[in-house]
């Protein structure tokens, strides 16, 4: 018997033996393959995929320096990527290059791996399963959008947030040189006078007196309380520049002078998530839902093509403008027909085009303004806050034309006034240390650099010409006087050994009009009445 119990045990504990053996070989053991792609940063992207049984288990991020923004388009690819196990996805509207540069980084692994992976169908878009019904639902995920959803949670109401892109922020992702506000809690630690009626004089002038008064007092008496609002949030302002058109310091902006919207966006979305707001990405807006003349709901569809309606006491519309149409914009101004976007590929009209559609009525839809100083051919932005920092602008003949800090419109035409229709930023190593977005496009390679006698031979202007014009400002920081275009803030002469010159012309910026509110938000219809249920 106890013979018999030996064997048993002995039997049973070679088979179990045997089967761990057997398990130990036959199954591969999981192996990590490196792969670099190049996005929006010359450094590129470097991912380690690790591979097991022929599949993709999981994507580490080994090295990446791409925009703020853009961060998080990693994770979506990687997302994509394991759940189809394919390199073959689609990309993140709104940061392609960054998309593309995941893409080739992990197709550059799984090809070193020698292993063929079989696609698979996933559904990757679960939002239809949620909720349908809220009381305020948030069309747009930018700045406007993800403030409205978290304002509106904090009152104690159900909120639903849909993105049709799968990366949240919008042209707020885009946003460089700051947030303007007067008689902030900022301004008053550093010294600055300002107030909200000088605020309110400085945005009329520059809006040639055309805009809305009761609307731009509602901007300029708010303007503080929002700082602080967002300050309380995360949001780092806590440095100030100048930019166009300003009478005072009060372009507020992150530490050391990083884009100002990443940052909002980051700690925005940081606040929703603690929240556990309902956020939606990849689902799109397709209709209004009117009843009984009121706003009931959305119509959205998903990515998977299925299309469904959340109903809704509110709907606030945050989608932007149009900049990114350049149909539409020829359509509202012929004049900018060809001309480039500085635009999130997805700011398309397409909520104005929504709220037209239930008798919205649109206004000042020929107000589109133009930035300046977008790298010439390209649609990358150069901040204004290089210029606030003290950088000069001057033409192919090496002269300056233009009081650099006038208005956007201002200086966009000077600039179409000269040869080639652009001019060159010129900048020196004191404003490159001292502002991260500077640093930033030199490292990416939008700036040429050297001496002075070196940039002007880079850009083809003559040295002696170059170099009289910048002794000729010096003087006039010196003396703090422009005799030449009576320009009023002079912040720095230009000095050292080195410098920098960005080549730079004007692209569609900004769509001033758009739909017609009243001081409580609501889209008025054509009527001049209000729409129940409808913001924006």
Do not use: C
């Amino acid at each position: 018997m106890e013979d018999d119990m030996k064997k048993n045990f002995l039997g049973r504990f070679l088979g179990l033996t045997a089967l761990m053996f057997a398990l130990l070989f036959t199954t591969a053991s999981a192996e990590v393959y490196e792969g670099t792609g190049y996005g929006y940063h010359q450094d590129g992207i470097v991912l380690g995929v690790e591979i097991k049984d022929n599949k993709i288990v999981d994507i580490q991020v080994k090295k990446e320096q791409e925009s703020d923004f853009a961060k998080p388009a990693i994770k979506e690819i990687i997302k994509k990527a394991i759940a189809t196990q394919s390199y073959e996805v689609d990309g993140v509207s709104g940061a392609s290059l960054t998309s593309e540069g995941t893409k080739e980084a992990i197709e550059e692994a799984v090809k070193a791996s020698g292993v063929k992976l079989t696609k698979v169908d996933a559904a990757l878009n679960t939002n239809a399963k949620l909720p349908r019904q809220a009381d305020v639902v948030v069309i747009g995920g930018g700045g406007a959008g993800l403030t409205s959803a978290i304002a509106a949670y904090e009152k104690g109401v159900s909120v639903i947030l849909i993105e049709k892109t799968d990366l949240l922020g919008g042209n707020t992702n885009y946003a460089t040189a700051g947030l303007n506000a007067a008689g902030t809690s900022v301004q008053k630690k550093l010294g600055v006078e300002d107030s909200a009626e000088l605020f309110y004089e400085d945005t009329m002038k520059g809006g040639k007196n055309k805009n809305n008064k009761e609307l731009v007092k509602i901007l300029t008496k708010n303007s503080a309380a929002i700082i602080d609002w967002l300050l309380e949030r995360g949001v780092d302002l806590n440095e100030l520049t100048s930019t166009g058109g300003q009478s005072a310091k009060r372009t507020h902006r992150p530490t050391g002078g990083s884009a100002v919207g990443p940052n909002v966006i980051t700690a925005l979305s940081n606040v929703a998530e603690k929240d556990k707001i309902d956020i939606r990405k990849g689902t799109k807006a397709i209709a209004l839902v009117k009843k009984n003349n009121k706003i009931v709901g959305v119509k959205v569809k998903e990515t998977n093509g299925e299309e469904y309606i959340i109903k809704a006491k509110a709907v606030i519309v945050a989608t932007g403008g149009f900049g990114a149409n350049a149909k539409m914009v020829e359509k509202y101004n012929p004049k900018l027909k060809g001309f480039g976007s500085t635009n999130n590929p997805a700011i398309v009209g397409d909520g104005i085009v929504m709220i037209e559609k239930v008798g919205g009525a649109l206004v000042d839809m020929d107000q589109i303004q133009t930035h300046p100083t977008v790298l010439h051919k390209k649609t990358n932005m150069i901040t204004e806050a290089v210029r606030g920092e003290g950088a000069i602008l001057v033409n192919k003949d090496g002269k300056r034309f233009i009081d650099e800090l006038e208005t956007r419109d201002v200086v966009s035409k000077a600039i179409l006034d000269q040869k080639g229709k652009s001019a060159f930023l010129i900048f020196d190593e004191e404003i490159r240390t001292k502002l991260k977005a500077a640093d930033g496009y030199v490292k990416k390679g939008f700036a040429v650099e050297g001496t002075l006698e070196e940039i002007a031979a880079k850009i083809g202007t003559d040295a002696k010409t170059l170099e009289a014009t910048l002794n000729k400002y010096n003087e006039s920081v010196k003396n703090k006087v422009d005799n030449e275009f009576n320009k009023k803030n002079l912040p720095k002469e230009l000095t050292g050994t080195k410098y920098y010159a960005i080549e730079v012309s004007p692209a569609v910026h900004h769509t001033m009009g758009g739909v017609r509110i009243n001081t409580n938000a609501e889209v008025l219809g054509k009527n001049g009445r209000a729409i129940k249920g409808l913001y924006a």
